[in-house]
């Protein structure tokens, strides 16, 4: 199948594309930037707020991946506007299968991007092509981020209330792939293996990110944190993903082939097994007699 993807190199897109082509797929991936397109990813220009580019996009596709989005603090531009004018032209160039990517929540509208999201949804549900809303929990990568952000406050608050279900974007890219190649199938969910609290959210970051701040327990007001104390962000579909948000963060060795081992493991003779040779290494003393070799 040819797939239009746009949000190509947003988070969620950097996983599809790879993941499309794995599965056979050719991509043409939709950017504000001017890219070169290699191998099976053909890259076009095209803008959804201004509608540029976008008629040229959609023409022969067999189905339009819609991730682009102009995110929390963009007042919906691209979610509602950009989304109404994608579905124009994919009318115009009947493609049969719109799948656009939404979050677990929309339902509850507690926040101006939810509610921007859940009306996207529903332009997507009533556009008469085929059509796939894939929902999904936060990214582990969008949580890093925000707890990157508020570890520059000297003490991080912690809401013990709020329930949290961090979901791996390569496996939402995954499930993405297979809808698409699937074909519609109207509204679908898909969240992370665990459902965590906010206290284990962030003592698991802070562990991972060699990090020490003292923890304010709060309760954040509102009805966006009342809506998800009530679990309204959680999702018990299936299927759901398999990495752990601690997978995320501690990422297990890559195993080795036997090759590699072989040409990596040093001889007996060599100076990593007699550091005493080596000019490079130094051994200090350690506080209960251990002694490691160190390079200056
Ligand atoms: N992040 C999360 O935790 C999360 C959780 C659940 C669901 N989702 C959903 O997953 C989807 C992807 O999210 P993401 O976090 O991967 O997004 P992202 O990293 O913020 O990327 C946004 C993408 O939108 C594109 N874009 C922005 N304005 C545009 C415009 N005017 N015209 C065309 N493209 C435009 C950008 O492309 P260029 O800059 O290259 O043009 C970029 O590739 C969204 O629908 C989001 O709601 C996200």
Redesign the pocket.
Known sequence: MRILV?????????ALLPALVKAGHQVRA????KRESRGNVEWVW?????DAGIADAVRGVDAVA??????RK?RG???VP?TRMLIAAAREAQVPHLL?????GTGSAATA?LRY?REAESLVAGSGLGWTVL?????H???DRRLGELASLPALPVDRSVPWQP?H?GE?AARAAELLSGGPAGAVEFGGPQVLGTDELVSTWLRARNLRRPRLPVRFPGRRYAVQRAGQFLTDALPKGRITWHDYLFPPPPALSDDFASEHTASPTSPANQPEQDPDLHVYGGDEGYERPTRS
């Open positions: 746009t949000g190509a190199t947003g988070t969620l897109g950097s939709l950017s504000r930037a095209g803008d959804l707020i201004s819609h991730l682009a989005t102009s995110g963009g531009a691209v979610d950009g656009f990517t939404s979050v677990v991007y999201k929902r999904a929990t936060p990214f990568e969008w949580l979901v974007t939402v």
